[in-house]
């Protein structure tokens, strides 16, 4: 069986409905479990006890799985939920952003391409894609006179200069690549969304640019494809992490702390023309007693329900809100914040966490049934972290819980060769039941 369609049931399975070992649901539950134990007094301070690894190995159906994985629990004596609400971006919030980064006045372009602009997509025109030779299969590159016109027409109506208003005065959602100038004189691309559960500020200093981390590049018919690594990264991670830091502390983002942060590189998306490599940092809200964790573009696929499921709920998308940073020795190439969250109230200062061995039981059961009845390349479990996840409250669309959770990384062999990223699988930390990520 191909290796991505065996993992796609293996999750399909793990996000079903999953007998644990008390024979519940373990989706969405909607018994108010989650909610009783929130509302419970809190507990007296405690630490809780997990090891330090979790090594292991047997074999459900035909399927190895492995347990090879750290297990990263904070030292820590108080364990607290808060409530939170989708929040949507305002122009405000965008223009204070800004400000944060570079103090001082920004201003908009008011042309919406300029010549120098256009002229780049006129070389890039000149060479575009084709189609494939019809003998070989190989790409063909050449001119597309009828777009090479329409630009030039462009060019001959543009401006012979740019004109700039201030930001303040005119910002309209949604914002897509568009200049923006600070009081530095620094020229950078902005993009925003003003939407309910997906609101979004991303700036980058070059114009149709994207980063891509070390282990995409080195994926077979990735572009630019890079089979040994990044090997020109001139910063290093400790400086990257950082100016993350100090980027949080400008913007004012209390309780976010950088998760991760790995080598990647900066190229055209239009042309490939790599630009620089660097390092590509995230950043996440992280409950006291938690490890920040970045799993919101890592996450495992989600599947719709049917409707006779009894534990299913249909609410707005809850997503992990995020600030990404791809850094390099000249500084911030690229900031992106995504999906913001309004934090209501403290739900509980300190909530009973299940047992470890309890939750390690219950994991194993989902493996158990997820695996399928078939033999594959083992199921690893490479991480399991204690971090902060969003679980939502049944028929309550407008509100969430904020709790601790496990974050699980898994893989396969298969996988791991051909460079392709962990799984994430989040179990709630306190009721053990699988918090879906839609």
Request: include cysteine; proline fraction near 6%; charged fraction near 25%.
């Amino acid at each position: 069986m191909n290796r991505i369609v065996a993992l796609f049931f293996v999750f399909l399975l793990l996000v079903a409905c999953v007998p644990t070992p008390d024979e519940e649901a373990a989706l969405n539950r909607t018994d108010g479990a989650l909610e009783q134990a929130i509302t419970e007094p809190p507990v007296t301070p405690y630490v809780y006890e997990a090891p330090a690894r979790w090594e292991e190995t047997y074999t459900v159906r035909k399927r190895e799985i492995r347990f090879e994985a750290d297990v990263e629990v904070p030292t820590a004596e108080q364990f607290p939920v808060e409530t939170v609400k989708q929040y949507r971006i305002a122009g405000g919030d965008v223009v204070s952003f800004l400000e944060k980064l570079c103090p001082g006045d920004w201003d908009i372009r008011e042309n919406e391409l300029s010549r120098e602009e256009l002229t780049e997509d006129l070389k890039h025109a000149a060479n575009m894609y084709l189609g494939e030779d019809d003998d070989t299969g190989e790409p063909v590159y050449g001119p597309n006179e009828e777009e090479m016109q329409r630009i030039q027409k462009q060019i001959e109506q543009a401006p012979l200069e740019d004109s700039y208003i201030p930001l303040s005065t005119v910002l309209q959602f949604p914002v897509t690549n568009t200049p923006v100038k600070n009081s530095r004189g620094e020229t950078w691309y902005l993009s925003a969304q003003s939407k309910e559960t997906r609101s979004s500020v991303r700036l980058a200093r070059h114009r149709g640019s994207s980063v891509q981390t070390e282990q995409a590049v080195m994926q077979v018919g990735s572009a630019p494809y890079r089979p040994d690594g990044l090997k020109n990264v001139k910063i290093s991670r400790e400086d990257a992490i950082r100016v993350c830091e100090e980027t949080l502390a400008a913007l004012g983002f209390a309780g976010f702390r950088a998760a991760d942060a790995d080598k990647a590189i900066e190229a055209q998306s239009y042309s490939l023309a790599e630009l620089s490599e660097g390092y590509l940092v995230h950043a996440v809200f992280a409950l006291e007693g938690t490890v920040p964790c970045c799993y919101a573009q890592a996450s495992s696929q989600n599947f719709i329900q049917t409707g006779d499921d009894p534990d299913a709920t249909f609410a707005p998308p809850w997503q992990q809100e995020f600030l990404e940073l791809y850094v390099t020795e000249e500084g911030v190439q690229q900031i992106w914040w995504s999906q913001p969250k309004e934090h209501v109230l403290v739900a509980n200062e300190n909530v009973k966490l299940m047992p470890f061995e309890a939750f390690r039981q219950s994991f194993q059961k989902l493996i158990e049934f997820g695996t399928g009845d078939y033999a594959d390349s083992p199921l690893i479990v490479k991480r399991l972290v204690l971090t902060t996840a969003i679980a939502q409250i049944p028929n309550q669309g407008d509100e969430a819980f904020l709790i601790p959770a496990w974050a699980i990384f898994l893989t396969t062999e298969d996988d791991q060769a051909a460079h392709i990223a962990p799984h994430v699988l989040l179990i709630n930390a306190i009721d053990g039941s699988t918090i879906r990520v839609q």
